[in-house]
């Protein structure tokens, strides 16, 4: 339960830096990039690091970074569904559901083995 709270207090103020940052720079459309994600990975890897240690936390580190480069992928088709293809959005992330899965385990066996 420590763990949970810490993980809201250390994401809730990473958010929090990262939207003072947003707000700096320009052009707005960068806010994605510094929603909460990343800064609740940062504090899950921070708890991971105090708890288990440097090697766990490589491991989950590489692990975000594998399913980071699945999830542009997928987005990567679901756009071209959309913008190309004229798909509905139901469809067309349905379809790419595939894609995201055949990426994340095909980079898992390619690079971790």
């Not at 994600?37 to 580190?61: M, N, Q, R, W």
């Not at 480069?69 to 349905?94: N, P």
């Not at 790419?96 to 385990?105: D, F, N, R």
Request: one cysteine or more; proline letters at 2%; hydrophobic letters at 60%.
């Amino acid at each position: 339960m420590v763990d949970y709270a810490l993980r809201f207090l250390i994401g809730g103020l990473v958010v929090s830096l990262f939207a003072a940052i947003d707000d700096v720079l320009r052009p707005k459309s960068f806010a994605g990039l510094f929603g909460a994600a990343p800064s609740i990975a940062l504090a899950t890897l921070g708890l991971a690091f105090s708890k288990h240690g440097g090697d766990y936390v490589a491991i989950e580190g590489r692990s975000m970074i594998l399913g980071s480069i699945a999830l542009a992928a997928y987005s990567f088709v679901v756009c071209q569904l959309l913008i190309r293809a004229e798909w509905s959005a139901l469809k067309a992330t349905l379809a790419a559901l595939a894609i995201w899965l055949v990426a994340a385990i095909g980079l898992k066996q390619f690079l971790i083995g």
